[in-house]
Protein backbone atom coordinates (compact mmCIF):
# COMPACT_ATOMS: atom_id res chain seq x y z
CA UNK A 1 0.00 0.00 0.00
CA UNK A 2 0.72 3.48 -0.83
CA UNK A 3 0.94 6.65 0.63
CA UNK A 4 -2.49 7.53 -1.19
CA UNK A 5 -5.61 8.72 1.05
CA UNK A 6 -8.25 5.98 0.76
CA UNK A 7 -11.11 9.07 -0.35
CA UNK A 8 -8.48 9.66 -2.72
CA UNK A 9 -8.16 6.40 -4.22
CA UNK A 10 -11.82 5.79 -4.08
CA UNK A 11 -12.08 9.43 -5.87
CA UNK A 12 -10.05 8.06 -8.50
CA UNK A 13 -11.47 4.43 -9.03
CA UNK A 14 -15.38 6.09 -9.19
CA UNK A 15 -13.48 8.38 -11.74
CA UNK A 16 -12.21 5.30 -13.50
CA UNK A 17 -15.08 2.75 -12.95
CA UNK A 18 -18.30 4.83 -12.38
CA UNK A 19 -19.95 1.61 -11.84
CA UNK A 20 -20.04 1.39 -7.78
CA UNK A 21 -20.86 3.28 -5.54
CA UNK A 22 -18.24 4.87 -3.59
CA UNK A 23 -19.82 3.80 0.12
CA UNK A 24 -19.01 0.55 -1.62
CA UNK A 25 -15.69 0.78 -1.56
CA UNK A 26 -15.46 1.74 2.09
CA UNK A 27 -17.41 -2.07 2.39
CA UNK A 28 -14.49 -3.85 0.63
CA UNK A 29 -11.82 -2.29 2.90
CA UNK A 30 -13.71 -2.97 6.14
CA UNK A 31 -14.05 -6.56 5.07
CA UNK A 32 -10.39 -6.95 4.07
CA UNK A 33 -9.92 -5.75 7.45
CA UNK A 34 -12.77 -8.42 8.71
CA UNK A 35 -11.39 -10.83 6.66
CA UNK A 36 -7.97 -10.47 7.72
CA UNK A 37 -8.96 -10.72 11.42
CA UNK A 38 -10.87 -13.55 10.83
CA UNK A 39 -8.17 -15.95 8.23
CA UNK A 40 -4.67 -14.80 9.45
CA UNK A 41 -2.99 -14.90 12.45
CA UNK A 42 -2.35 -11.04 13.61
CA UNK A 43 1.03 -11.54 14.83
CA UNK A 44 2.36 -12.36 11.22
CA UNK A 45 3.55 -9.50 9.48
CA UNK A 46 1.51 -11.15 5.90
CA UNK A 47 -1.79 -10.26 6.70
CA UNK A 48 -3.07 -11.03 2.84
CA UNK A 49 -5.68 -12.74 2.13
CA UNK A 50 -7.40 -14.73 -0.95
CA UNK A 51 -10.06 -13.67 -2.84
CA UNK A 52 -12.75 -16.27 -1.28
CA UNK A 53 -11.56 -14.89 2.33
CA UNK A 54 -12.35 -11.44 1.48
CA UNK A 55 -15.55 -12.81 0.05
CA UNK A 56 -16.34 -14.50 3.59
CA UNK A 57 -15.59 -11.20 5.07
CA UNK A 58 -17.80 -9.24 2.96
CA UNK A 59 -20.73 -11.46 3.50
CA UNK A 60 -19.69 -11.29 7.85
CA UNK A 61 -19.19 -7.81 7.83
CA UNK A 62 -22.37 -6.70 4.99
CA UNK A 63 -24.87 -9.08 7.39
CA UNK A 64 -24.03 -6.92 10.56
CA UNK A 65 -23.98 -3.98 9.16
CA UNK A 66 -27.30 -4.10 7.58
CA UNK A 67 -29.08 -7.23 8.29
CA UNK A 68 -32.45 -7.75 6.22
CA UNK A 69 -31.00 -4.32 3.62
CA UNK A 70 -28.12 -5.84 3.10
CA UNK A 71 -29.13 -7.00 -0.34
CA UNK A 72 -30.76 -3.88 -1.12
CA UNK A 73 -27.88 -1.60 -0.44
CA UNK A 74 -25.38 -3.64 -2.24
CA UNK A 75 -28.03 -3.86 -5.68
CA UNK A 76 -28.25 0.02 -5.00
CA UNK A 77 -23.95 0.49 -4.70
CA UNK A 78 -23.75 -1.41 -7.85
CA UNK A 79 -22.71 -5.04 -5.91
CA UNK A 80 -24.30 -7.75 -7.56
CA UNK A 81 -21.62 -10.69 -7.67
CA UNK A 82 -18.24 -11.86 -6.05
CA UNK A 83 -16.78 -10.90 -9.34
CA UNK A 84 -17.82 -6.83 -8.25
CA UNK A 85 -16.14 -7.13 -4.95
CA UNK A 86 -12.80 -8.46 -7.12
CA UNK A 87 -13.50 -5.65 -9.53
CA UNK A 88 -13.44 -2.86 -6.26
CA UNK A 89 -10.41 -4.60 -4.76
CA UNK A 90 -8.97 -4.37 -8.26
CA UNK A 91 -9.45 -0.50 -8.73
CA UNK A 92 -8.09 -0.05 -5.60
CA UNK A 93 -4.56 -1.78 -6.79
CA UNK A 94 -4.76 -0.04 -10.07
CA UNK A 95 -4.62 3.69 -8.08
CA UNK A 96 -2.39 2.36 -5.86
CA UNK A 97 -4.14 1.91 -2.68
CA UNK A 98 -4.07 -1.64 -2.38
CA UNK A 99 -0.75 -4.02 -3.03
CA UNK A 100 -1.79 -7.55 -4.48
CA UNK A 101 0.81 -10.66 -5.10
CA UNK A 102 2.33 -12.74 -7.45
CA UNK A 103 -0.23 -15.33 -8.05
CA UNK A 104 -3.14 -13.10 -7.52
CA UNK A 105 -6.11 -12.43 -10.19
CA UNK A 106 -9.60 -10.83 -10.19
CA UNK A 107 -10.51 -15.13 -11.50
CA UNK A 108 -9.91 -15.25 -7.62
CA UNK A 109 -13.10 -13.86 -7.10
CA UNK A 110 -15.50 -15.75 -9.37
CA UNK A 111 -17.89 -18.22 -8.08
CA UNK A 112 -18.02 -17.63 -3.90
CA UNK A 113 -21.67 -17.52 -2.97
CA UNK A 114 -24.96 -16.49 -4.71
CA UNK A 115 -25.70 -12.99 -3.21
CA UNK A 116 -29.61 -13.70 -3.50
CA UNK A 117 -29.29 -16.55 -1.40
CA UNK A 118 -26.31 -15.13 1.09
CA UNK A 119 -28.07 -11.91 1.79
CA UNK A 120 -32.02 -12.99 2.45
CA UNK A 121 -31.80 -16.41 3.42
CA UNK A 122 -29.97 -15.80 7.08
CA UNK A 123 -33.48 -13.57 7.65
CA UNK A 124 -35.57 -16.15 6.09
CA UNK A 125 -38.08 -18.22 8.80
CA UNK A 126 -36.23 -21.01 9.54
CA UNK A 127 -39.03 -23.30 8.15
CA UNK A 128 -39.09 -21.71 4.97
CA UNK A 129 -34.88 -22.27 5.41
CA UNK A 130 -35.53 -26.13 6.11
CA UNK A 131 -37.97 -25.92 2.71
CA UNK A 132 -35.41 -24.50 0.51
CA UNK A 133 -32.39 -26.76 2.08
CA UNK A 134 -34.48 -29.82 1.52
CA UNK A 135 -35.23 -28.51 -2.31
CA UNK A 136 -31.79 -28.06 -3.15
CA UNK A 137 -30.72 -31.14 -2.30
Not at 50 to 64: K, P
Not at 88 to 98: A, H, R
Not at 128 to 133: D, L, N, P, T
Amino acid sequence: MTSISFDDAVRRSVQNDPRFHPAAYELVRDALHIASKKFRDEKDDDQHVTGQELLAGFRDHILCEYGPLSLMILDLWGVHRGEDVGSIVYNLINVGYFGKNDGDSIEDFAGGYDFQSAFTDPFLPSSARSGKEAHSS
